[in-house]
């Protein structure tokens, strides 16, 4: 993923909620999912660039905290998320005349992404040679098999599971853990180590003692 | 030892891999650098490992110096600093000697540039070579290293109509960012961990360096690298010092930068800064000659703190090879260094000579904190800040201008 700035910026919530609006779905979807890909050492405290910028330039921690649940899988598409999130603001500037005259020092960069796909040359011909490469694997794969591939068909779906699948009855408990994978906290390195843990964990079981 | 085998032994073996794999994409693509300097400034200093990395990994790269002389430089730094803000502009005869210079350069540099696939041109000096070669057959970058947020809007116009014909534009921040009718790409800078200045030294080199500077190795130790700049706010540096060593006993500072020599302001900043240091003994205030990169790296490594405190800033790279180092730094809460600063992870950023003097404080004394602080900084910076992973965002860049304007790009 590469990022593309925009130029807009918004220094007041009225200005971010005219750029949620406008800019292009990919902005959302860069401003939802970047981070995870970037070098960090704590927790995100909110969970996408507008409830963080909400929070610690407007110190409006209510808000925040509504922007921040707002669980962008959960939407067929991005503009199903661009619809509760410029709701969510709209709620709040209704509610509070006071909001609208908050103005912050650090504006909100709006900034979308570009993604390109390429194929690794790495080949996994069954579950446990998946397992074997699931270590090496770049966070950024496992990112776009993992998490993005939500998006694509079958929507909602990881492609581990998706391809998982295939193999029969035996690997459903594998596959039922992978979807009970909460991917939206922790950083994408604990991510590959919790799928590293349940491949071993549910083959091995499968394989027998 | 190749080339990729050694960054791969510093950056990690991932790193390189995933260059690998984006460069196959690239196979022979003839990509030309354009800056204005073959050696100093950190343009250069990025060019000159970029070029055979990228040769390395199959492309056909070359770097293209710009020609100019005097009255160019004189105008070229009138237009760096309007694009960075200040309320100056080159007259006509100024813009008149910048025009004629990229006009002699691009036909020298005609025949590289129009076969070229991809050309990247580095800062305002060669952004108008575009206008002289309507036969250009590749894409054309234009590569801002400044901040362009708030320039000023006459020599911005100007400038525009040369930077709109491009193809896309890169910034450092997307707070650097101008409108432009392309893309334009958020590309932080990078340190090169091979070049002296960031490389592993042995400790006879870093002795010797010390001793030379008359340091105590014994004796805690605070060291900022930079320009002698007001923004760099070296006084306010010596301040925090000052406040400091009341806490910390022993306390030594040294600051060090170059470029006072052929800078009528920095020969004024150095004096200034020299009058604050007085005759206090422990206040090392070093003019350092250019290419000096081994004192550079040894006095960092030598130090217990590195210290930025910058007032306004573009990206300071020296917070990113302080962090490399394995030391946590110091440094001012504006532009770039934001980005590489986690407070009580990798440093502090601080907003005044009292707050610096507060973290130099709790960092001496709490040495473990400070130990555990420079292992994450520097694998901070590994993953962040490093050369290769610069050329891993070129190389998509340039992957997504040969294949489209799309949200995704799906290739193979």
Redesign the interface.
Known sequence: M??????R?ATTLQELLDGIRVS???SLYYHFWADLL?????EREYNNDFASWVAHQLHEHRLAEQLAVIDPTAFPGLEGLRVVLVETIEAALEESERLAWLRSER?F?????????????WRAGDPAELAELLP?L?V?SIFYHFIDARRREPPGVDDFSHWLSDFGPALTPLVEELVGVDYYFGSLVELRRRLIEAFAHRLAAVSGP | MTLLQQYAEVAGSDAVEHLRQLAGLLQGARVVHVNTTAWGGGVAEILTPLIPLSRELGLDASWEVFEGAADFFACTKLMHNAVQGMRVAPDERGLHVYEDYNARNAERLRSVLEDADFVFIHDPQPAALISHLPRRRGSWIWRCHIDASHPDPRVWRYLHEHVATYDASVFSLPTFVRPLPHPSYVIPPAIDPLSDKNRALADEEIRGVCSGMGLDPNRPLVVQISRFDRFKDPVGVIKAYRLAKGFVPGLQLVLAGGGAADDPEGAEVLHEVRGAAGDDPDIHVAELPPRDDVTVNALQRSADIVVQKSVREGFGLTVAEGLWKGRPVIGGDTGGIRLQLTNYHTGFLVNSPEGAALRIRYLMHNRDQRLEMGAKAREFTRRSFLLTRQLREYLTLMVALRSGAGERISLG
């Open positions: 590469i990022a593309i700035a925009s130029a910026r292009p779905a990919e970037q070098a960090r050492f704590e504006p960069d709006f900034v979308r992404s570009q993604i390109v796909i390429f194929d690794t040359g090496f770049p950024e």
